[in-house]
């Protein structure tokens, strides 16, 4: 059996984790070959391969991003995409894929099984933690562990200066990253996506926590828009999923904040840093479980799975079930956190 592994997407930590374990299980348990697929889906278009062993993935268990690299290429945007492909896998011998990726990347991967027979099983990845089907996706945990190090420290400068500090997370439509680090890190209030926000109330706020003589920290997420206005665009320009490129909602908001309060505010936007770097324990953790579980699905034949996190427990779903929906903040978990805003 010769495997063909990919990453696509945004880089996550703990990509390089999954393949480790995804090659020492194939090759060491079950016999298997692996080749990677460079850049995601366009390495598998364009024939573009990496050599894929055991000697590849020693010492890559605390490495961040990629070692395949990865990009955000949409197979069905390309010309022949889906017949270069099957040329592709037919010239190397390749018998199955293990796609490793979020939404998107997945979504392909569930495509190209439903409806072209390739034999796929996905692996789920993603800081934003907005995949369906799995409790948590590998990379959320670092990226959460990344901005709440950062609030920490920002909580003592807004407090030498009596600033308001804005901290602008990603997560694209999902305030996932927004709700953890904004919770662990006492953040004043937190801004998510999934409700709109009121200024008035945000403003309120932050005028309470002055009034008790602290500084406030305002988490939000890039993708939170308030009551009656938009998302805040970075240029308009979009991937070859259709998505466009968040963040500016921060810097709007410190802009607003001022204005309405009369306070001095500060934006710090996070950003890749949330992204790059070595993934934390439970992200090795997370996705070396992924990676062992995706190539058991891999001997047992069953294709158009996806691995995924219940409980503690990694269990197989499908493909197009885990990437039909989006997996939003719960209302009732956001106004739990309500008891700390303001
Ligand atoms: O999906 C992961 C993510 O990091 C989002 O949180 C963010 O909006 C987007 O990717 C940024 O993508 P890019 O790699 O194009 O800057």
């Not at 000697?55 to 270069?84: D, I, W, Y």
């Not at 996705?287 to 069953?302: M, P, Q, W």
């Amino acid at each position: 059996m010769r495997v063909g592994v990919l990453t696509g997407g945004g880089d996550c930590p703990g990509l390089n984790a999954v393949m480790r374990a995804v090659v020492r299980k194939g090759v060491q348990g079950y016999g298997y070959d692996f080749v990677g697929f460079r850049d995601g889906w366009r390495g598998a278009l364009e024939g573009d391969t990496v050599q894929l062993d055991i000697p590849a993935v020693r010492g890559m268990l605390p490495r961040g991003g990629t070692l395949l690299g990865s990009s955000r290429t949409n197979p069905f945007k390309e010309q022949n995409g889906v017949h270069r492909i099957s040329e592709t896998l037919a010239k190397h011998e390749v018998d199955a894929l293990v796609a490793i990726g979020g939404e998107d990347t997945l979504g392909v991967a569930a495509r190209l099984t439903d409806e072209h027979g390739v034999k796929c099983v996905g692996v789920p990845k993603t800081i934003d933690n907005d995949l369906s089907a799995t409790d948590y996706t590998f990379g959320f945990n670092t990226a959460v562990t990344v901005a709440t190090e950062a609030i920490d420290r920002l909580h003592t400068t807004a407090e030498s200066h009596m600033r308001v500090l804005v901290v602008e997370v990603m997560g694209r439509h999902a305030g996932w990253i927004a709700l953890h680090s904004g919770l662990a890190g006492g953040a004043n209030c937190i801004l998510i996506p999934e409700q709109r926000f009121d200024l008035d109330q945000v403003c309120a706020w932050v005028t309470s926590r002055f009034k008790a003589s602290y500084a406030p920290i305002v988490v939000v997420a890039e993708g939170a828009m308030p009551k009656g206005g938009d998302m805040v665009l970075k240029d308009g320009s979009l991937d070859s999923f259709g998505h466009v490129r968040l963040s500016g909602v921060g810097e709007w908001l410190a802009k607003q904040i001022e204005e309405h309060t009369g306070k001095e505010a500060r934006t710090t936007v996070l950003g890749h840093t949330q992204r790059g770097g070595t993934p934390s324990a439970f992200d090795r953790w997370l996705a070396t479980r992924f990676g062992l579980h995706a190539i058991d699905a891999v001997r047992d034949g069953e294709w158009g799975v996806m691995v995924a996190l219940r409980g503690t427990d990694i269990v197989r779903v499908p493909l197009a079930e885990a990437t039909r929906k989006l997996k939003t903040v719960d209302p009732a978990l956001y106004e739990e956190a309500g008891v700390f805003f303001g």
